[in-house]
């Protein structure tokens, strides 16, 4: 069975910072694109950051250049969104997906994960 497994969401104050995971299982990811979207109560789910096969490509929306980090290491099958200078508006359901290229996991992502929650307090 093909699980995408997200961790580290909490709350924390404006400023802060969080790491989130996101584990994968069931089958290797190495070879796609993997990213990070989240929704906040009322809102769609948007598109946050995603990261090329290698990790040598990775995108952002830009409300959150220079702030979040997206990184993965295909040995353990996982990766990450650091998020740094943390914000109210940040607070949102946090969801991993995978998809074999970046337009499919833009467009609606092939496998997706349950979802971490991030509140960020003013």
């Known amino acids: 069975q093909v699980q995408l497994v997200e961790s580290g969401g909490g709350v924390v104050q404006a400023g802060g910072s969080l790491r989130l995971s996101c584990a994968a299982s069931g089958r290797t990811f190495s070879s796609d694109a993997m990213g990070w979207f989240r929704q906040a109560p009322g809102k769609e789910r948007e598109f946050v950051a995603a990261i090329s096969w290698s990790g040598g490509t990775t995108f952002y929306t830009d409300s959150v250049k220079d702030r979040f980090t997206m990184s993965r290491d295909n040995a353990k099958n996982t990766v990450y969104l650091q998020m740094n200078s943390l914000k109210p508006e940040d607070t949102a359901v946090y969801y991993c997906?995978?998809?074999?290229?970046?337009?499919?996991?833009?467009?609606?992502?092939?496998?997706w994960g349950r979802g971490t929650q991030v509140t960020v307090a003013s």
């Open positions: 997906a995978a998809a074999p290229s970046f337009s499919r996991l833009r467009r609606s992502g092939d496998y």
